[in-house]
């Protein structure tokens, strides 16, 4: 069975910087494209970034100069690294993996941004 877990939501002051992990139960390669997403009280969930198998990246204007997604194949696991947070980052986040048209959701982690 596929599972997504993610791992390093928190609280952190503006200006701070978070990793989160996405750890993958599967081989990474049979990953087709990996997402970030982000869902805020009240808010329509947005796609933060994306990173495919050929390594492309591509980023929500909202984020892009400050986030950082990246794959580390040995350990099954993708990143999503935060720099220069701001309070309109807080949010669930949630990495997602599609695999051939099938796709999978880990369960979310906080990310708290104080002002």
């Known amino acids: 069975q596929v599972q997504l877990v993610e791992s390093g939501g928190g609280l952190v002051q503006s200006g701070g910087s978070l990793r989160l992990s996405c750890a993958f139960s599967g081989s990474i390669f049979s990953i087709n494209v990996m997402d970030w997403y982000r869902q805020a009280p009240g808010r329509q969930r947005e796609l933060v970034a994306t990173i495919t198998s050929g390594g492309s990246v591509h980023y929500a204007d909202s984020v892009k100069g400050r986030f ?43 990310v708290t941004v104080s002002s």
Do not use: F, H
């Not at 990246?70 to 807080?90: C, F, G, H, I």
């Open 68 to 110: 950082t997604t990246s794959r580390d194949d040995a350990k099954n696991t993708v990143y999503l690294q935060m720099n220069n947070l701001k309070p309109e980052d807080t949010a669930v986040y949630y990495c997602a993996a599609q695999i051939r048209l099938t796709w999978y959701w880990g369960q979310g982690t906080q």
